[in-house]
């Protein structure tokens, strides 16, 4: 038998009345009496509207008080989640790219909580320059002169070519106009810097009378651009750093390149594929280099140029550095993190990203076979479990092409029909800490090349 609306509306408590229950005087004390009635309210409004549509009152609706808490769960979750990152992309940009070291979440956490010395030269009183402790260090780990610190590498490239270029001709090769994430182009770059491109070589091949021939009264900046999320292969040309440098020299124009996703380290050294470092590329003469803090540095997300000390000088008095500057906390977390530089031996362990870039298959075999018998119960009644080889990538635009060999739970469906993988994969994504994986071959592969916590994927899966 139906309640006429009336009588449900009569059943729903005042504000007043809720807010002195003991359960909800707890919340107020917790979160305050102005967002706790906020969310009250929003509560009334939806059980006004279930009677209005249902003519019944929503089964929340017999305790409050846990509706309240269940509330107050959803808004105060932060958007930025935790997750299970198994996507088998070590540095995925949607998933915040690097894992920050210890030492760098203990400098960061410091530098919140307490004013710091970020402009401050303790020895005259006055104010000094933000970025000279970190300007130092890279100088000792690059041999550069100087160093300047931005918010990202994209940034560190907007900085430079309107420093150095404003008005004036910038040279590339037509095969390095790149496209990053977010459809950022080089091209469009230049652009918004004031900068004119002049396009030299062909897609697959520049020499270098390509770029000599292009030099004229407007050329202000001759340029490489590491195409690191992309590569050409076959009947290909082009230019080195070292050749470009002299000829930079000899016309007296200034040489850059903008590595995205440049390495402090020899990667081959660690059985990885090798990647263009900046000292190397400073030594070889070119006069700036960018590259990110975020990628294969493993820090937090900077863009950092380094090279001739006058050059970066003419990048800090430009009005753009102080709309692109970092902030104490990335400052504290940039420095931490170089400073396990200066300890190579215990780079692989203490650096996260170094870590899961060098963790061998065998492991994650041995990871993969122990997870399967724990997890195989809870799903063997829909799905196959296996434990397979499979090939995880760097990420964020690094070396594209390479592939690290890796292991992976893998998922099939019995009945074979896709959506049950889809619907997995949205389970899996919903939960507190969601899981995310990928789908391919009729299978959902949970590459566990970046998981280190075993046991708290079982729980979040069993769950």
Request: hydrophobic share 45%.
């Amino acid at each position: 038998m139906s309640i006429e609306p009336h009588l449900l509306y009569s059943q729903l408590p005042a504000i007043d009345r809720l807010l002195r229950e003991p359960a909800i005087e707890s919340l107020v004390v917790q979160y305050g009496q102005t967002l706790v009635g906020k969310l009250l309210r929003q509560l009334q409004v939806q059980a006004r509207e279930a009677i209005k549509r249902y003519q019944r009152l929503p089964e929340w609706c017999g305790d409050w008080p846990q509706a309240l808490k269940n509330l107050l769960a959803r808004q105060q979750r932060s958007a930025l989640q935790p997750v299970f990152n198994l996507s088998g992309t070590v540095l995925h940009t949607n998933l915040g790219r690097a894992l920050l070291a210890q030492p760098a979440m203990v400098a960061a956490t410091s530098a919140m909580g307490t004013a710091v010395t970020l402009e401050y030269d303790l020895d005259g009183a006055e104010r000094g320059h933000r970025d000279q402790a970190i300007a130092d260090l890279l100088c000792q780990l690059t041999g550069a002169e100087d160093a300047c610190i931005v918010n990202n590498n994209a940034a560190a490239v907007l900085l430079m070519l309107a420093a150095i270029a404003p008005g004036k001709q910038v040279v590339v090769s037509r095969g390095e106009l790149v496209e990053i994430g977010g459809a950022f182009r080089i091209p469009d770059v230049m652009r918004q810097a004031g900068c004119q491109l002049v396009e030299v070589g062909t897609t697959n091949r520049t020499h270098l009378k390509d770029y000599r021939n292009a030099i004229g009264e407007q050329t202000a900046l001759l340029m490489k651009v590491h195409t690191s999320n992309y590569s050409i292969q076959g009947f290909t040309a082009a230019v080195n750093e070292a050749e470009l440098a002299l000829l930079g020299a000899e016309r007296g124009i200034p040489t850059a390149t903008d590595l995205g996703s440049g390495s402090l380290i020899d990667m081959a050294q660690y059985g990885l594929p090798a990647e263009p470092m900046p000292q190397r590329l400073l030594a070889a003469g070119v006069d700036l280099v960018t590259f990110s803090g975020d990628k294969l540095l493993g820090g937090p997300q900077a863009g950092i140029i380094v090279g001739k000390k006058a050059l970066i000088g003419h990048l800090q008095q430009h009005p753009l550095k102080r709309a692109l500057r970092v902030g104490k906390i990335t400052l504290a977390a940039l420095e931490a993190t170089l400073r396990l530089y200066q300890q190579p031996e215990l780079l692989a362990e203490q650096l996260p990203t170094l870590r899961l870039l060098t963790r061998p298959q065998w492991a994650i075999q041995q990871a993969a076979e122990r997870l399967l018998p724990a997890l195989a119960p809870q799903f063997s009644e829909d799905f196959q479990l296996r434990a397979e080889p499979c090939w995880s990538q760097i990420g964020s635009g690094s070396l594209p092409i390479d592939r690290l060999p890796s292991y992976a739970l893998t998922f099939t469906p019995i009945d074979g029909r896709g959506a049950a993988l889809e619907a997995l994969a949205e389970r899996w994504r919903g939960l507190p800490q969601p899981v995310i994986g990928r789908i391919s071959g009729g299978r959902l592969w949970l590459d566990l090349r970046c998981l280190e916590q075993e046991s708290a994927l079982i729980k979040a899966l069993s769950a």
